[in-house]
């Protein structure tokens, strides 16, 4: 599909996410309402990251998948009576779109640790200090697989942004290594059989490494990169 064509598809799958949200309200299926905000945000976030390739302002769209997060946990809490219910939704990328946007976004911190090894480093890209160890550690546990070794690779070069703050030319060359490595991504098995945000397969030229965006951003570098948050 053509981006124009991508944008109305997730125009549709947002109003039968909405329509399947409703349903699970009216039953008070939290589970179901998991799974329909989940499909809520990913539409939001590919319809600002095809806008983004296509050099438009995305911020409107990444908003909006950051405000469905936002409702989604209190409705979860609501529903389930769970204390960390938001371990059931996109946590890690919402945290990282309220890094770009600066908007605020707060979840608990029993929910991030249950979160898988990857959404745990997208909630860490998106808050951690250089400093911290975490990271590591988690990327260590991701080069244990050859399946997740690129994604593994390409999250040691976000943090290697981060830790760069300051030294513009060490950035610039992890920048290019960055953008590199989401070109890879078309052929990677991992990244093409995960979530369309991911730029996996077919999806690759048609969105960002929004990660990269954030890694950028809060390194405080300035970047020319197709990839990097302009707005």
């Known amino acids: 599909m053509t981006p124009q064509e991508s944008l109305s598809f997730f125009a549709g799958q947002l109003e039968r996410s909405s329509n399947g949200l409703a349903v699970a309200q009216a039953s008070r299926n939290w589970r179901l309402a998991a799974v329909n905000y989940g499909q809520?945000?990913?539409?939001?976030?590919?319809q600002g990251l095809i806008s983004w390739r296509l050099q438009q302002d995305p911020t409107e769209s990444l908003c909006e998948a950051l405000a469905v997060v936002a409702e989604g946990i209190s409705t979860l809490r609501t529903l389930s009576h769970l204390p960390d219910?938001?371990?059931?939704l996109p946590i890690g990328k919402a945290a990282l779109?309220?890094?770009?946007?600066?908007?605020?976004?707060e979840v608990a911190n029993a929910a991030c640790a249950t979160l898988p090894f990857d959404s745990q480093l997208d909630f860490l890209l998106a808050t951690s200090r250089p400093i911290d160890t975490k990271p590591a550690l988690l990327i260590a546990e991701l080069r244990k697989s050859k399946r997740t070794s690129l994604a593994a690779e390409t999250y040691q070069n976000y943090f290697d942004i981060l830790a760069s703050e300051g030294d513009s030319e060490r950035i610039e060359d992890l920048t290019k290594q960055g953008e590199l490595l989401f070109v890879k991504r078309a052929r990677d098995?991992?990244?093409?059989g995960g979530d369309q945000t991911e730029g996996g397969g077919p999806d690759n030229s048609l969105v960002v490494d929004f990660r990269l965006a954030v890694a950028l951003k809060r390194a405080r570098k300035r970047s020319n990169s197709l990839h990097a948050w302009a707005w």
């Open 40 to 46: 809520l945000f990913k539409c939001h976030l590919m």
């Open 85 to 88: 219910a938001e371990k059931n």
């Open 97 to 105: 779109l309220a890094s770009l946007t600066g908007k605020r976004f």
């Open 189 to 192: 098995s991992f990244f093409s």
